[in-house]
């Protein structure tokens, strides 16, 4: 996952297939209200728990990005 372009009230982030899949998979789950623990997600939707941990280190960094830039524009 990577930022690509910050413009005006618009972000561009790119994401490999599998960093899709794994958000999509993910949202899919709260979206149906569907409780299962983190190694049921695993087997359920075919991710290794390293990918998951690498997307969300690779979401907080952009989120730091974001917010820096945020406070410039003050």
Do not use: P
Not at 17 to 30: F, K, S, T
Not at 48 to 68: A, P
Request: aromatic share 6%.
């Amino acid at each position: 996952m990577e930022l690509i372009e910050l413009k005006d009230e618009q972000t561009i982030i790119a994401l490999s297939q599998e960093e899709l899949r794994i958000i999509l998979a993910a949202v899919g789950e709260i979206y149906e209200g569907v409780c299962v623990d983190a190694r049921e997600f695993e087997i359920i939707h075919g991710t290794d728990k390293r990918e998951v941990l690498q997307l969300t280190e690779d979401i907080i960094m952009i989120y730091k990005q974001l917010s820096n830039k945020n406070d410039i524009w003050r």
